[in-house]
């Protein structure tokens, strides 16, 4: 099955009524242990990548150690570069060598949006590359007013039109999640999703996955969103999984041996996020 595109594997699960996970990661073991995750559920899965990450390391080598991974693993997992905030940093990830790129222009006026996700799209297509795009305000769970306020979501009529005029192949947009810690337990707007669901093409992607009740994303699932970013809690279960393993009592002071260690709880935090949203029990 090996190395697969993002729009297949969201195809794959609109069809057999799942959810995808889309793992955020940064180094090559945050890499590895969600792919092996993957291969333990039997479920397809997404590893993807935040530009923001650049300083601490390449996109090249996450792109080139991902997919391989994903070339070796026997479950579908696609790869994909988060958050390219302009038309610069989503070229770059083509260039790198990622399969799918999202371009973010959501802070952006909606006409600029609109002409920068067309130029990515366009761009991308010489390449066979997918694109992802971003239509309403995904913001801080820090912030009050970006979890609560409805002015910032995403409006049905309006994406659809962004959606003709951009070709994106799928599209994220605002139903009341934010990215990072949420300072007030968030509560999508259903309704919302399942206008959504109903006026587009595309398949939809939720950001900002992190400390959403589980009955919630069951809930997404079920009306059809088909991608769900996941950062915030897995890093925190790589470090909670690095701090039970560095054991000050253990002699050995292996950092390999630490890393071995740690790895269950990461992939098993992993395993959980594929099951929840895998309410049918789908399994390759």
Known sequence: MALMKVKDILQHA???????????????????????????????????????????????????????????????????????????????GIKAGFPSVMVDGSARPYAENVEMTK????????????????????????SLDDIVNSDNYTNVEQAVEFVEKTGCGSLAVAVGNAHGAYVQTPNLDFDRIKKLRAALPVPLVLHGCSDIPHEQLQESVRLGMSKFNIATEYFRAC???????????????SFMSILNEASEGAIEFVRGKMRLLNPNGFSL
């Open 14 to 92: 609109t069809e057999n009524h799942y959810g995808v996970a889309a793992i955020n990661v940064f180094n090559y073991e945050t890499v590895k242990w969600a792919a092996e995750a993957a291969k333990r559920e039997r479920i397809p899965l997404i590893i993807q990548l935040y530009p923001g990450f650049e300083s601490y390391i390449s996109l090249h080598h996450v792109a080139a150690f991902a997919k391989e991974f994903a070339e070796n693993a026997d479950v579908p997992i696609a790869v994909h570069l988060d958050h390219s905030a302009s038309y610069e940093i989503a070229v770059r």
């Open 119 to 142: 130029a990515v799209v366009q761009t991308a297509s010489v390449f066979d590359v997918d694109v992802e795009a971003e239509l309403g305000h995904v913001g801080s769970g820090a």
């Open 239 to 253: 470090y909670a999984s690095l701090c039970a393993a560095a054991d000050p009592e253990n002699k050995d002071g």
